[in-house]
């Protein structure tokens, strides 16, 4: 177990609606990162959050938009819903903003958009 | 932009050795990590590699080449709980905690 936590577990919208995940860092753990990990595929860095700001951001529509909390809970807002949002949201978690500190992954959020 | 490449999938017998390779071509290097995902769980941590050489962990040992832009994850007497998907992942400095993963390595392990 890694200490981190994501709710809910499975999520079933429609396209167009509006989705909010939730992440639950390791306690100390100053920075989250967000992925998107399409079926039979690598997690694609969405965003990175360090002391509640925003530290960086892959090729990720402004649509999908984060905040990150004083006691180390985020979340990962997505708007517009398309067909293709269809996958597993994974948050990390680390010590730091530093590239050499390991992220620890939580259990993912499945998201279906119909 | 930014290629990471490793086999798609790899099927072995239990109590043999797996060598999952991984070549990358990334705009920079900060270190490369190597994580183990179980079908729908999250990619638990297996190695970092920042300097060229071997680094042992129990049955698993990962290895790094800068020069060539390679590194392979060993996996040594296999079991059946190993049986999952091996990612390869790339520290890139331009962002600070970025990494770009491969598409993983499915490795099945059989009686």
């Known amino acids: 177990e890694t200490g981190v936590t994501q709710s809910p577990t499975h999520l079933i919208k429609t396209r167009g609606q509006q989705v909010t995940l939730r992440c639950s860092s390791q306690?100390?753990?100053?920075?989250v990162s967000w992925y998107q990990q399409a079926l039979g595929q690598g997690p694609q860095f969405i965003f990175q959050?360090?002391?509640?700001?925003?530290?960086g951001r892959g090729n990720f529509p402004p649509r999908f938009s984060g905040l990150q909390f004083p006691n180390y809970s985020s979340e990962l807002n997505v708007n517009a819903l398309e067909l293709d949002d269809s996958a597993l949201y994974l948050c990390?978690?680390?010590?730091?903003?530093?590239?050499?500190?390991?992220?620890?992954f939580g259990p993912g959020t499945r998201l279906t958009v119909l | 932009g930014q290629n990471i490449d490793q086999p798609t999938e790899m099927t072995a017998t239990e109590g043999a050795i797996v060598q999952i390779n991984c070549t990358y071509q990334t705009s920079g290097f900060n270190g490369l990590f190597w994580y183990q995902q179980h079908a729908g769980e999250a990619p638990t941590f297996l190695s970092y590699n920042v300097l060229d050489g071997l680094e042992e962990k129990g049955r698993f040992s990962s290895f790094l080449s800068r020069s060539k832009g390679y590194s392979y994850l060993l996996l040594k007497e296999l079991q059946m709980k190993d049986s999952a998907s091996y990612l390869c992942a790339v520290n890139v400095p331009d962002s600070w905690g970025k990494l770009q993963f491969g598409a993983g390595t499915q490795v099945v392990v059989t009686p």
């Open positions: 959050y360090y002391r509640e700001e925003e530290n």
């Open positions: 306690s100390g753990h100053n920075t």
């Open positions: 990390a978690s680390s010590l730091t903003s530093g590239g050499t500190d390991t992220q620890y």
